[in-house]
């Protein structure tokens, strides 16, 4: 078992990043799904954001990859890191390995995150951690927390509805406007407390995707 994760964390490679996304586009995309997607214009196109989609199945990961206008980062389970190749192909898309139960390996892929915010790049948090399929899962502080107590960046809850079509499944992906925490003017603090924060977008998260929260 292939144990360095951080080998080549944060290298995305954009030439593997466009070739998967078309590739999927043509052979399995449009195949499988017909796509509506609305928002994109809350997407900025030269600085940093996290994207908080609604995770409902394994296909939502190239369907938003495809919808953003723009190559991100995402931060994935460290189960697909585990062999050399995979370790490489999915950093290569722009993976950031979190391993959930023992938080503390994974300080250098949070480490990297804070850094490529910093450097002007989006990245995307499922912020359920899991499928939650036509429902909506609890969200997870933790990550959102760390961003919160360093940034203003805008978070964009991302909804995400498939239903039965015809002949292909349609998913409607609607990316929603920014939300930024209000904070005191003076000292910079969080006026609101970050779980009440995520509350809000978990609630925005499930009106775009049309589910009750």
Known sequence: MYKKTDL??????????YITVYLLR?????VRFKIKIEG???????SAFILLPKHQKWIDIPLVAWAVSRPVYYVAKHELFLTRFSNWYI???????INRQRPIESR??????????NQGEGIVVFPEGTYYKNQMGPGNIGIVRLILSRFSFPFIPVGINYSSGR???KVKISFGKPIFLDRDKASGKPIN??????????????RLSNLNK
């Open 8 to 17: 080549y964390l944060g290298k995305r490679n954009r030439l593997i990043f």
């Open 26 to 30: 043509i052979s399995f995309l449009l």
């Open 40 to 46: 994109t214009d809350n997407i900025p196109d030269n």
């Open 91 to 97: 950093s290569s898309l722009g993976g950031l390995p």
């Open 108 to 117: 250098r892929s949070l480490s990297k995150m804070i850094e490529l915010l």
């Open 167 to 169: 002949l292909r499944t």
């Open 193 to 206: 407390p970050p779980e009440e924060f995520l509350e809000i977008i978990m609630k925005e998260i499930a």
